[in-house]
């Protein structure tokens, strides 16, 4: 990423800062005639940018950013207790994964050691460092997990090799995918790390990873806990610093891929792709209302076709499944999540998390 924080490819004890109150705000109007719908902006005790949400539930939510930041609610976004990982400080945590109140993970991107993996098992109080990149192109973008051992995490490709790390001990241990359980990368294909959501997995050993900044934008996708993987083409324009930043599914068959031109924050382009077949096929959707890049996309649990797409121009909403979309809010954000029961948080710059409740 480059130092003004727009995402590209490739080079593209825990500071207790306190506890602050839910802040009080009207709820936005409800678009396109939703029967409930609030965006409540919440106090997160830093100013750091938060580029990605992991929700576990309605109550425990993860979110990190910059200089080393992390934070954690336990009631559901009233209170932020927010910390540093020690020694970590220049490190952007541009995704984190967690599976309950102790335990996360944590990823750094960055070139070469700046893409790191940490994990707690203890809420926060200690993080043991997992991995460090040995390779001074890689850059690892996203990173997610099936269960508590089971996990992958991406990077942009190196010398026409896709990076994925997999584990199977909870990241005690990290090793390479072999080449031949991956298609080949196209020139310059990679993942954007702008909110941990271009790799994602659901129960059952699915996993789907979106690319950009090749030629062309494409899927991959495995049903096997990745020991084997297929590759398609998304009809999202590729390119030097375009094609897809995000992916999100609602089930087994129903999953949009959304992403645009990083490089053109102005520029108009078809930026959504939709699958009802899994990934084996995607069509074109609707266009965000905004310009520029969808940053990162989530599907709102219980709440059939509903997608919430945010990007540093605002965030839009869409109840079709991407085919119509309607202004969410104005303000900027890069990252994205929401809980089983369908209650979301998004973030981004100076520390801004606000709670989505959509149904």
């Known amino acids: 990423m480059s130092a ?3 995402p590209r490819c490739g080079t593209l004890a825990p500071l207790c800062l306190g506890m602050a109150a839910l802040a009080a705000c009207a709820p936005n109007p409800a678009p396109g005639g939703a029967s409930r719908l609030t965006v ?13 949400v992991s929700a576990v539930d309605e109550r425990v939510v993860w979110v990190s950013g910059h200089a080393g930041t992390w934070a954690r609610t336990l009631d559901g976004g ?11 400080d220049t490190l952007q945590f541009r995704d984190v994964h967690a599976l309950s109140a102790d335990l996360a993970w944590l990823l750094s991107a960055g070139p070469g050691a700046l893409s790191r993996i940490y994990r707690t098992t203890d ?11 040995d390779m001074p192109r890689a850059f690892y973008d996203c990173l997610s997990f099936w269960d508590a051992r089971r996990g992958l995490a991406y990077s942009d490709q190196v010398d026409g090799r896709i990076m994925l790390l997999e584990t ?3 990241g005690e ?3 390479l995918v072999p080449g031949d359980r991956l298609p080949a990368a196209l020139p310059g294909e990679g993942g954007f790390a702008a909110s941990g959501t271009c790799l994602i997995t659901r ?8 690319t950009g900044n090749g030629p062309k934008a494409r899927v991959l996708h495995s049903a096997d806990y990745g020991q084997s993987w297929s590759v398609v083409e998304a009809p999202v324009a590729g390119g030097r610093a375009a094609g897809l930043a995000t992916i999100t599914f609602r089930d087994d068959r129903h999953g949009a891929a959304l992403g645009g031109p990083i490089g053109d924050p102005e520029a108009r382009s078809d930026n959504v792709a939709v699958t009802t ?7 074109l959707a609707g266009r965000t209302t905004y310009p520029g890049a969808v940053y990162g996309a989530s599907y709102v649990p219980a709440a059939g076709g509903t997608i919430v797409a945010v990007s540093p121009k605002g965030a839009d909403l869409s109840r079709d499944d991407g085919a119509t979309w309607t202004r969410l809010d104005s303000l900027s954000y890069w990252g994205i999540g929401f809980a089983p029961n369908g209650t979301g948080w998004i973030t981004g710059p100076r520390g801004r998390i606000a709670r989505v409740d959509i149904r």
């Open 173 to 175: 241990t990290w090793s």
């Open 168 to 170: 199977s001990d909870g």
């Open 78 to 88: 009233a209170t932020w207790s927010v910390g540093r990982v020690p020694g970590a």
């Open 4 to 6: 003004d924080g727009t």
């Open 123 to 133: 809420g926060g109080a200690t993080w043991a460092l997992q991995f460090t990149n």
């Open 40 to 52: 409540a902006q919440q106090v997160s005790g830093t100013t750091a940018l938060l580029q990605a």
């Open 277 to 283: 077949d899994g990934g084996r096929t995607w069509q």
């Open 203 to 210: 129960p059952g050993g699915h996993a789907w990873i979106a």
